[in-house]
């Protein structure tokens, strides 16, 4: 499956399931016209509600990422993110949440840059 979910994080799966799905759709990963899992692919492999799946679906055709077709999965529509730019926007909130995480723990800038090489370079191999 595509996804990791956390269900100790605090964010609800459904937002997860969207920030995610947008982070892949703005990185290349999921290209247009790739089609997503069905809901209840998703919600059967996580063990979670299928209304769960369904709404973060939802949001993201509301918010023109994904194409919903009668009887066929859920796709992926045309958008330009060739801009690096309206990529990095996708990361900020997340990025945000890392700077005051590391603040709160005492951490600074060169230990949290480290610790984010090291995972860079851990999920190349």
């Known amino acids: 499956?595509?996804?990791e979910l956390e269900t100790a994080d605090g964010?609800?799966?459904?937002r997860q399931l969207v920030d995610q799905i947008r982070r892949m759709?703005?990185?290349g990963t999921l290209r247009p016209g790739d089609e997503l899992p069905s809901v209840r692919a998703?919600?059967?492999h996580y063990t979670i509600n299928p209304m769960t799946v369904s709404r973060a679906y939802a949001l993201l055709e509301a918010d023109g990422w994904l194409?919903?077709?009668r009887g066929k999965p859920m796709r992926v529509i045309e958008r330009n993110?060739?801009?690096r730019q309206q990529r990095m926007e996708g990361i900020h909130d997340s990025l945000r949440k890392v700077v005051r995480d590391a603040r709160q723990l005492g951490l600074n800038s060169n230990e949290v840059i480290s610790a984010?090489?090291?995972l860079f370079e851990e999920s190349d191999q």
């Open 11 to 14: 964010v609800p799966l459904y």
């Open 116 to 118: 984010l090489e090291n």
């Open 81 to 83: 993110w060739e801009d």
């Open 1 to 3: 499956m595509l996804f």
């Open 25 to 27: 759709i703005s990185g």
């Open 67 to 69: 194409e919903r077709r």
């Open 42 to 44: 998703v919600a059967e």
